[in-house]
């Protein structure tokens, strides 16, 4: 059941320049909320809301992590909501990552502010995931305490080198990959990276979901605005990130 | 007493709150929210004979108090239509009004028969999309060919039809009057007006489609001027839409002429929108002791 | 370097902002806030050939990120202007552009005449004023009418010529291309969208004159579109205008074909807009390494 | 001159139900103000900004005081405001009360929300000003303190009798003439009212000056939406409530 509510922000920090970590107190959608689904959240002054990846949940609190970046006006406003003030949220949407059985392993990826929607997933695996993340830069990493604390192997990228590996994610997956093979394969984060991870998980085989944007009016699968393109058995067709998504098995998604 | 309840061209709606085309689905998003019975109807998404993608994304882009959206008519077709999404629909205890919109007259007077027999309850003829290249704003936009698909869906049909007109034209007062001149039992107004916004970072229209049809808050003044100057034209009923967001919005609208309302895009905002709109009608109507909200219908007094 | 200074159709701006006709006087009161040499230009108050008192008020109504007003081309007639501000005005070092409006075809082209002598950098023919019984919206809503007028003026005037255009039109581009065709030397677009307001607690429209033209950042969309539209269909340059605020505004209107911009509205909300727009693309074409800002007029890459 | 500026809400309360009085600090403008003259104050979300009249001014504090009705949302939005945030305002606008010299008598007369732009305008005459204020009821009763504090003499008049006179400001004005005639007349409030007051003013040859409402966009002169019918030498024609009023020589405003 999708909940519309106005909800009190219960903590909120920054955790690098223009990068926010929100908790919001709205124990209805947390005893709801499933890996990977997001949340579209109002901003004050602008018509349409913003979706965000619900970054983790902790049901016994009955709170949601809202982990984002200020990327032009409306997540500005949205950044500016103190602690104790009421955030308007639409919560939990679209289709959530599938979680294996106790034991599988899982390798999760996640580039830039696509890290999020990792902490979640990866919390369900603890030590038998490992998580990639790649960040322009040193003073753009985010969530590795949070992945540590989940008891998930961590391996850092930055593009400039300034903090752990200098390279792309998709070069740690293939070593990664090198030395074991997990069961399932989790991405989010720019298109160029998912498509590279989409086809370096389809040379060997392993199932891998990834985690796509796109602009969005209503969030819920009504207004079709949310369109990106996939393919099943051949066929080429429309589907609808807020709805089929933004979750999707990465052999069905038509990469351009 | 039954405050809300309006007759629209010979059908009953329970309240005269009526969620837009496009904006709504078939309803069963937004059935997680409240009940379908509570709306007065739900005007489906525009349905096409053959099933259609619509266009490319980004199909939506914000602007000030309103949304492009360049969706383009995407739909399973007129068949899914009804095998798929009518058996559900008839349901809920609520209007159903179908959206039609053909490439071509022909397709449109198809359309329009494939539905008898169904249990739409009103046929809502979409000749104002600015998003497809056939049909669409092309039949919209020239009196002529207005009057001569109204002419020809009417002709295919025993249900009750309304136009719906398109605001980007010199006249909306003379395509009103041409469908009602061919058989047309009602308009509704407006549909989106064109515009556009370009990604000044890349140099790039934010939308695919380069231009799309702008709704929400912004256009509510230029829809009250027009179901004002239509309801003054015609004598048909008018359905009302463009930007409205509140009860007070309705009630606006409605003192314009609008015999019934449409809610899109501010849905988007806040899902609760119509059943606002409905609770906030309810209680104006007991505040001012007013029997049914139809009495306000064009009851506004230019100067 | 000179980075924001424009040639538009033979006159140099010191930079493209331009506070638009109707919203800033002849410039006196914003004078307490900046000095008027920081602008490009004025485009000043409707002209007219005798005094006009305009409509009764209430002459404005707010709307959703926009507004409606219905001043009616309130101004002291051109001697006025003449005699009493253009000596001011030559004083201030920016380009006057002369915004007129006639009632008749005959009443323009005098009021163009009239104007010759003066210091006077560009004319700015008024087809588009919604709240004027003759005149205004009544040329500028038919092509051929259009055409007319403008050959009348462009005949009895030795300076530079550009019409303004009404958006409440099915095609601009025809109107656009039939002033091209008739001698204009620019366009300036968009005018105000017609639209109405209404006070529910009385039942009455909020402008005295029922109806008036909406402005302000919800009609950017419509403006950036109907730019794009004309600037792709005519080879005069294109004044662009409607709801512009903010210098990211100013840029996106541009790569869509504006090659200067005018500011209106946005001045009420807050009056150093202009000022601010200003510096916003200076700071813009530094940043980007653009030497001067008419690069990016009509830059925009259609999908 | 005109000043526009982001100012802090020195002190914020509700003085009756939906009645807020707020001060702010703005030395500038404080400095500038004259009795009678108004802010244009902008309301978040909103597009055009609220005209209100400057209620008092402390130049040594360098505050000015607005005191408002919230009667839509626009004012509803301004009176959301804390103490210590931000206002936005341009100010000192219009024309003011003319002010005599010292010694001379006035009568200042406010009808609901038209009176606290008395408030300035009786201090200056101290106890020789006579303030007529009248209301729809007790509980909309205001600033009768604070024209005490001036110095000035006060008489209540309330539609329902439920504080002071029970009766109209206008009748208030009649019996106060019979009494003793001021030099001068300052009214604001309802059309009604102030033709009424017009009217007697007249009768009696007293000088009067009326504070117009009209709907604003500019508030400056330019835009010329605000418009009033006024008559000079016999001939009518259209004032601009921001800049040649909001104050106007009672004699100079066609009443319709
Ligand atoms: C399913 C999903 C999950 C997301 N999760 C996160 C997250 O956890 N953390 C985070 O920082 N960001 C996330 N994003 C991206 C985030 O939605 C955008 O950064 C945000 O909408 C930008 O809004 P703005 O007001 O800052 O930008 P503006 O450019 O001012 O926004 C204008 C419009 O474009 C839309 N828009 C702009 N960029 C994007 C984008 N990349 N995706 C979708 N809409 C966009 C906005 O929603 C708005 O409607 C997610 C996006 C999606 C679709
Ligand atoms: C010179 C002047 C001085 C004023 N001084 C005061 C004062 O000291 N205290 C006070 O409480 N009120 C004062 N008012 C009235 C005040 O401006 C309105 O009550 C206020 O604008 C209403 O805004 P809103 O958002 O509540 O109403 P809405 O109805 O939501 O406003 C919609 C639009 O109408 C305008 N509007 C509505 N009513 C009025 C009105 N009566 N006058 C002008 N514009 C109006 C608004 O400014 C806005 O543009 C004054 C008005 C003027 C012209
Ligand atoms: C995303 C979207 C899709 C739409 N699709 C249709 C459609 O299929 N058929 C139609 O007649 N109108 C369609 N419309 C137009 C709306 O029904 C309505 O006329 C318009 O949006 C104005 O109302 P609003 O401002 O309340 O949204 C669509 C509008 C939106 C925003
Ligand atoms: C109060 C007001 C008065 C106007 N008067 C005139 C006018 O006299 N002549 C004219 O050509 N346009 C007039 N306009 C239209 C503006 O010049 C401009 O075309 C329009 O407002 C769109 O721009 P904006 O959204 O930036 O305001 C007026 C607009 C407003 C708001
Ligand atoms: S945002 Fe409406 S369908 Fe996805
Ligand atoms: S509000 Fe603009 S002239 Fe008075």
């Not at chain 1, 990792?118 to 985010?142: D, Q």
């Not at chain 2, 007062?173 to 515009?195: F, M, P």
Request: proline share 5%.
């Amino acid at each position: 059941m999708y909940k519309q509510g106005k909800f009190i922000i219960a903590e909120k920090k920054a955790i690098a320049k223009g990068i926010f970590d929100i908790t919001v107190l709205c124990p209805e959608i947390a005893a709801e909320t499933m890996p990977g689904q997001f949340a579209q959240v109002a901003a004050e002054g602008f018509f349409l809301r913003r979706p965000i990846s619900i970054c983790e949940v902790d049901r016994d609190k009955g709170t949601i992590r809202l982990v984002f970046e200020v990327r032009g006006h409306g997540t500005d406003k949205i950044s500016q909501l103190a602690k104790g003030s009421l955030v308007d949220i639409i919560a939990p949407l679209g289709k959530s990552f599938t979680v294996l059985e106790k034991g599988k392993k899982a390798i999760c990826i996640g580039g830039g502010i696509g890290t999020p929607p990792m902490v979640e997933i990866a919390k369900a695996y603890g030590e038998n995931a490992t998580v990639i993340s790649g960040f322009r830069s040193a003073n753009a990493v985010i969530l590795q305490e949070d992945f540590k604390a989940n008891g998930n192997k961590t391996i850092l990228c930055t593009d400039d080198g300034t903090a752990g590996i200098k390279g792309f994610v998709t070069d740690a997956l293939s070593s990664e990959l090198a030395k074991e093979k997990p069961d399932i394969i989790y991405a989010c984060g720019p298109m160029m990276m998912l498509k590279g991870v989409t086809q370096i998980a389809a040379e060997n085989g392993i199932y891998c979901e990834v985690s796509l944007e796109q602009r969005m009016a209503c969030g819920v699968g009504a207004c079709l605005v949310c369109v990106c393109r996939t393919v099943k058995n051949g066929e080429e067709f429309n589907s609808h990130v807020c709805k089929d998504g933004p979750v999707f098995d990465s052999k069905e998604v038509v990469f351009e | 007493m039954n405050r809300l309840s309006v007759n629209f061209c010979g059908v009953q709606f329970k309240n005269p709150v009526i969620p837009a085309s496009g904006t709504f689905g078939y309803g069963r998003e937004y059935e997680q929210f409240y009940p379908l019975s509570r709306l007065g109807g739900i005007s489906v998404k525009g349905t096409t004979l053959n099933r259609r993608e619509g266009n490319p994304g980004p199909r939506v882009a914000e602007t000030p108090s309103g949304m492009l959206n360049s969706v383009g008519l995407q739909n399973g077709g007129v068949k899914k239509f009804l095998e798929y999404e009518m058996p559900n629909l008839v349901t809920k205890d609520t209007r159903i009004i179908a959206n039609i919109a053909g490439a071509t007259v022909e397709e449109c007077a198809e359309l329009a028969s494939m539905l008898e027999g169904s249990a739409v309850d009103l046929i809502e003829l979409n000749i104002s999309c600015p998003n497809v290249k056939a049909g669409g704003a092309a039949f919209g936009t020239d009196c002529t060919v207005a009057g001569q698909v109204t002419r020809a869906v009417k002709d295919a049909t025993t249900k009750p039809l309304m136009v719906k007109l398109s605001p980007n034209v010199t006249s909306i007062t003379d395509i009103a009057k041409s469908v009602e001149a061919n058989g047309a039992d009602a308009v509704s107004l407006i549909n989106t007006l064109l515009g556009m916004r370009i990604d000044i970072k890349t140099g790039r229209p934010i939308l695919k489609n380069n231009v799309g049809g702008l709704s929400g808050p912004a256009v509510f003044p230029v829809a009250v001027r027009m179901v004002w100057q239509v309801a003054n034209a015609v004598k048909i009923p008018v359905m009302g839409m463009g930007g409205v967001a509140t009860w007070e919005d309705a009630v606006e609208i409605m003192m314009a002429g609008a015999s019934a309302v449409q809610v899109g895009a501010a849905i988007f905002n806040d899902p609760y929108t119509p059943i606002k709109i409905i609770d906030g009608l309810e209680k104006y109507c007991i505040d001012n002791n007013i029997d049914n909200i139809s009495q306000i219908v064009g009851t506004v007094k230019p100067w």
